[in-house]
């Protein structure tokens, strides 16, 4: 088992910047690959961003290619999504995953095993 603690959420402007982090505890963190969704009310949980084990690969949406990062620190046992130039649009229930396999089995929220209990980002205009 693995348990999943997200961070980082708040009210930030459009334009502004906020880093999500999720510290993960249970088994070997190193072992897993790790991903971002996000979900808003009424709507299905989507995907934002996945890193493999090692941090060598990466995965995004289209929607935030060149405005969000993924990175995770294996020492710590935390991924972390750097969000920068946010849109309104990206308000959100942000949750953290983690999948069994090392690099991501696929990018929908039925591969992934684990789950954070989500952290509220809001933009505003």
């Known amino acids: 088992q693995v348990q999943l603690v997200e961070s980082g959420g708040g009210l930030v402007q459009a334009g502004g910047s906020l880093r999500l982090s999720c510290a993960a505890s249970?088994?070997?963190?190193?072992?897993?690959?790790m991903g971002w969704f996000r979900q808003t009310p009424g709507r299905e949980r989507n995907f934002v961003a996945a890193i493999n084990w090692s941090g060598g690969s990466t995965y995004y949406a289209d929607s935030v290619k060149g405005r969000f990062t993924i990175s995770r620190d294996n020492a710590k046992n935390t991924v972390y999504l750097q969000m920068n130039s946010l849109k309104q649009e990206d308000s959100a229930v942000y949750y953290c995953?983690?999948?069994?396999?090392?690099?991501?089995?696929?990018?929908?929220?039925?591969?992934?095993?684990?789950w954070g209990q989500g952290t509220q980002v809001t933009v505003s205009t």
């Open positions: 249970g088994r070997p963190f190193s072992s897993y690959a």
């Open positions: 995953a983690a999948d069994k396999n090392s690099v991501p089995a696929g990018l929908g929220d039925d591969e992934f095993d684990f």
